[in-house]
């Protein structure tokens, strides 16, 4: 979850940027659990924090360009196939 919140800020920097402003402190967060490699290690009251994560897997769960380049169902209209594999 964490590399793939990593890749998809990276992706979308620009306009996480510009729905919330500031985040420096959300980008410090990222920084810190990627260092850390704990995940869920921010604080939870932080409410911009949580809907800065929640945008970045919302922007991962709704890419599905990304998820076809990284996951390659079987079949194509096969959902389970494609979140069994993008679970993680």
């Known amino acids: ?3 793939r919140r990593i ?3 990276e992706k ?14 959300c ?3 990222l920084i810190s ?3 850390s490699d ?10 911009e924090c949580d809907k800065f ?3 970045l897997d919302n922007i991962r769960n709704n890419n599905s360009k990304a998820k076809n380049r990284h996951f390659k169902p079987i079949k194509k209209g096969s ?3 494609k979140t069994s594999h993008s679970a993680n």
């Open 27 to 29: 980008k410090a967060v």
């Open 12 to 25: 979308h920097k620009h306009r996480l940027e510009a729905n919330y402003g500031t985040i420096k402190e």
């Open 38 to 47: 704990q995940e869920d290690e921010y604080d939870a009251d932080n409410d």
């Open 7 to 9: 890749h998809t800020y």
């Open 1 to 3: 979850v964490l590399k």
């Open 53 to 55: 994560f929640d945008e």
């Open 33 to 35: 659990e990627m260092i």
């Open 79 to 81: 959902r389970t196939l």
